[in-house]
């Protein structure tokens, strides 16, 4: 099994700053994929940021240019960096990551962080 903790979130004010940290444990092969994904109250859940094993990199247009997504192989961890916070990026923030626990390849997702943008 693969498990994922996650750590970061918080309340901030527009415009500001807030870092999400990602790390994988368990019985890991091999992990091709680590991102992170949001879903707002009374919406579907969307892709974030992704990072490959090989390190492309993929960001949802209305967070380019404001997030940054960070992976190391090594320690199995994923970070973002989130800078000019809106209150429309408020939403509990998933980590998953896409790995190979013994049974092949499989998506794996952590408990959630809450991240809160107010005016």
């Known amino acids: 099994q693969v498990q994922l903790v996650e750590s970061g979130g918080g309340l901030v004010q527009a415009g500001g700053s807030l870092r999400l940290s990602c790390a994988a444990s368990?019985?890991?092969?091999?992990?091709?994929?680590m991102g992170w994904y949001r879903q707002a109250p009374e919406k579907q859940r969307e892709l974030v940021a992704s990072i490959t094993s090989g390190g492309r990199i993929d960001y949802a247009d209305s967070v380019n240019g404001r997030f940054t997504i960070s992976g190391d192989n090594a320690k199995k961890t994923v970070t973002l960096q989130m800078i000019g916070l809106k209150t429309e990026d408020t939403a509990v923030y998933y980590c998953?990551?896409?790995?190979?626990?013994?049974?092949?390849?499989?998506?794996?997702w952590g408990q959630g962080t809450q991240v809160t943008v107010s005016s």
């Open positions: 998953y990551c896409t790995a190979d626990s013994f049974g092949g390849l499989r998506r794996y």
């Open positions: 368990g019985s890991i092969l091999n992990i091709t994929k």
